[in-house]
């Protein structure tokens, strides 16, 4: 078997693992595109890690065995005929073929995962606003909680003040009606309170008469 026979069976199979892993490396590329969220937990982002890497390397082994194809119809000892030029040529068509599906897939695959990751921050940032508004709102619960707490405990000192002067006011009314009693049942005590208040009031009016007339003649003597 001749190095051109060869190599061109050695194509043939590259292209056709080529053909198999690039349909499932653009299956597993949809299906991250539809769920770009799930592919760190479903396993997804091993998979495809694993499948570019093999397309990536049958694509080069493919490229280094056309370039070996193409330098045989540069051998001036044996002159390519056209059966050769048009398979080489095919088989580099179908190389560039392949490598833009892959490229393409592949520039698929990464904006899924740019999505993907764009999705999970906004994702965390809705989480992290929900829970510091959670957080600002069990904050001010507490605090009107407090408020409320204390203004009962000032309702309740001023029920407790209120009925402690309502005990003073009894009390007091009591005492003064046990003292009108006692002063009623003693007769000789209301004379008495009356003689000094007459007593009162008559040394009141003797002090007045006295500093009157000492004002009078003060005034006189001031006046010579």
Request: hydrophobic share 35%.
């Amino acid at each position: 078997m001749s190095t051109y026979d060869s190599l061109r069976r050695q194509c043939r199979t590259l292209e056709s693992l080529l053909d198999a892993k690039l349909a499932s490396y653009s299956r597993l590329a949809a299906t991250i595109g539809h769920e770009p969220e799930d592919v760190e937990t479903n396993g997804s982002s091993d998979r495809w890690k694993d499948l570019e890497e093999e397309v990536s390397g049958l694509l080069e082994k493919l490229t280094e065995t056309n370039d070996q194809m193409a330098a045989l119809l540069n051998d001036p000892g044996l002159p390519p005929s056209q059966s050769m030029t048009r398979t080489v040529q095919r088989h580099r068509d179908v190389l560039r073929d392949y490598t833009r599906d892959f490229q393409r897939t592949k520039a698929n695959v990464q904006a899924a995962l740019d999505k993907a990751n764009l999705l999970s921050g906004i994702r965390n940032d809705i989480d992290a606003h929900k829970s510091s508004a959670a957080d600002a709102l069990l904050t001010e619960r507490g605090r009107i909680d407090g408020s409320h707490r204390m203004i009962d405990d000032m309702v309740d000192q001023a029920y407790e003040t209120r009925s402690e002067f309502g005990r003073q006011r009894s009390t007091l009314a009591g005492i003064g009606t046990r003292m009108t009693g006692v002063i009623n049942t003693m007769p000789g005590i209301n004379n008495l309170l009356s003689m000094i208040k007459t007593r009162r009031r008559r040394d009141s009016v003797i002090l007045g008469c006295v500093i009157g007339v000492c004002i009078i003649f003060l005034l006189s003597y001031l006046s010579r």
